[in-house]
């Protein structure tokens, strides 16, 4: 079964760091482009990073550039979202997303393009940076 599962998300304070993963099973990570989303409650959802799978060349939206970092680790066939500096802000789900053909730019962070798109989504991981 192709599946993506993340995890690590949870309350953390402001200012604050989360180490968010996107583990795969059934299919290898090394052939796929992967990009993060987050969605808060009620709210529409948003493109944070993306990792290519050619060469790990990495895309960041402006919102989160410098505060977020976007990594694979080959060998335990997962991807990575580091979060620095975490402002206060409703509590979001942050999901990963996955597709072997989407080149890893502004498109593949792009909802509406990412929706339509992307192979396969994981199931989400809720972060809440409040004090």
């Known amino acids: 079964q192709v599946q993506l599962v993340e995890s690590g998300g949870g309350l953390v304070q402001p200012g604050g760091s989360l180490r968010l993963s996107c583990a795969a099973s059934?299919?290898?990570?090394?052939?796929?482009?992967i990009g993060w989303f987050r969605q808060a409650l009620g709210k529409e959802r948003e493109g944070g990073a993306c990792i290519s799978s050619s060469d790990s060349s990495t895309y960041y939206a402006d919102s989160v550039k410098v505060r977020f970092t976007i990594h694979r680790d080959h060998a335990k066939n997962a991807v990575y979202l580091q979060l620095h500096s975490l402002k206060p802000e409703a509590p979001a789900v942050y999901y990963c997303?996955?597709?072997?053909?989407?080149?890893?730019?502004?498109?593949?962070?792009?909802?509406?393009?990412?929706?339509?798109?992307?192979?396969?989504w994981g199931q989400g991981t809720l972060v809440t940076v409040s004090s």
């Open positions: 059934g299919f290898t990570l090394d052939y796929y482009g």
């Open positions: 997303a996955a597709d072997q053909l989407l080149f890893c730019d502004l498109g593949f962070i792009n909802p509406d393009v990412a929706d339509r798109n992307l192979e396969v």
